[in-house]
């Protein structure tokens, strides 16, 4: 991922948000060798070399790209994570932002950072350490290493792991059960269970969550049980 990549995912990311057509993501890689590598460290070499580049710590405020889909904390809409090959550095910190991870059996996971003289600035130190238990999640990070889609899987990092020419059907039923529900009472859930996964549970009741909200007062919080007294497929609009 260099910056020009940064620029343009920036803008995909801006238009997934504001479509509302657009009910769920599926984030992959081309081919079959790699989900994604993470950082182009050619370039940053060459950067550094230059004297062009200021040093890097977490986050991306400042730099080209942002917000990055590692800092875009109130995207609602839910996202599909396809893992066929190689998820290090960056690109395992996309999966880890994704809500459902499908990862080919040949999958392979890391934050090999440490190793480079850097740190995971993306949010893999939050975000494993809050879906880890705690020495798990230090065990990987302050070693760089790797692990299988099938760890993953057992870790819970992962969602399902299927033979790679399996995959692509496995994301196809993952995204066909995540259209099938209301989209307002999708982005609801998630906003609701991200926001409060840190919370006490009676503070997390009486947080205010704007999706929910809007869910509460839509027309598809009334389709739902009317489709059900009617026995028929519900007719959802999203708004």
Same mark, same amino acid.
């Given at each position: #991922?260099?910056?020009? #990549?940064? !620029? ?12 509302? $057509?657009?009910?769920?993501?599926? @984030? ?28 890097? +710590? ?18 609602? *809409?839910?996202? %599909? ?11 395992? !910190? ?6 459902? %991870? &499908? ?5 392979? /996971? ?16 939050? =975000? #494993? +350490?809050?879906? @880890?238990? /705690? ?18 899987? !057992? ?6 792991? &299927?033979?790679?020419?399996?995959? $692509?059907?496995?994301? $196809?039923?993952?995204?066909?059960? @995540? ?10 859930? *998630? ?7 840190? @919370? ?13 909200? =809007?869910?509460?007062?839509?027309? $598809? ?13 519900? =007719?959802?609009?999203? *708004?």
């Amino acid at each position: #991922m260099n910056l020009r #990549m940064h !620029e343009q995912l920036s803008e995909i990311w801006d238009d997934f948000e504001q479509d509302e $057509d657009i009910w769920v993501g599926v @984030l992959t890689g081309a081919g079959d060798r790699s989900f994604s590598v993470g950082q182009d460290l050619r370039e940053l070499a060459e950067r550094n070399r230059a004297g062009i580049i200021r040093p890097s +710590t977490f986050g991306s405020r400042g730099a080209v790209g942002w917000p990055r889909l590692t800092e875009r904390f109130s995207l609602a *809409k839910p996202l %599909v994570a396809r893992v066929n090959g190689y998820a290090l550095g960056g690109g395992f !910190e996309l999966a880890l932002a994704c809500d459902i %991870v &499908v990862a080919a059996e040949h999958a392979v /996971f890391a934050l090999p950072e440490v190793k480079r003289g850097l740190v995971a600035g993306a949010g893999g130190v939050f =975000r #494993m +350490t809050s879906q @880890l238990p /705690f020495k798990t999640a230090l065990g990987y990070l302050l070693t760089g290493r790797e692990f299988s889609a099938q760890r993953g899987y !057992e870790l819970g990092l992962v969602s399902e792991v &299927v033979p790679a020419e399996d995959l $692509d059907a496995c994301v $196809d039923r993952w995204v066909e059960d @995540l259209v099938q529900c209301a989209p307002l009472a999708v982005r609801a859930t *998630k906003e609701a269970a991200l926001r409060s996964a840190n @919370l006490p549970v009676e503070q997390a009741f009486a947080t205010r969550y704007v999706w929910e909200e =809007r869910r509460m007062h839509s027309e $598809d919080a009334l389709e739902g049980p009317r489709a059900f007294a009617e026995k028929r497929p519900p =007719r959802w609009q999203g *708004k």
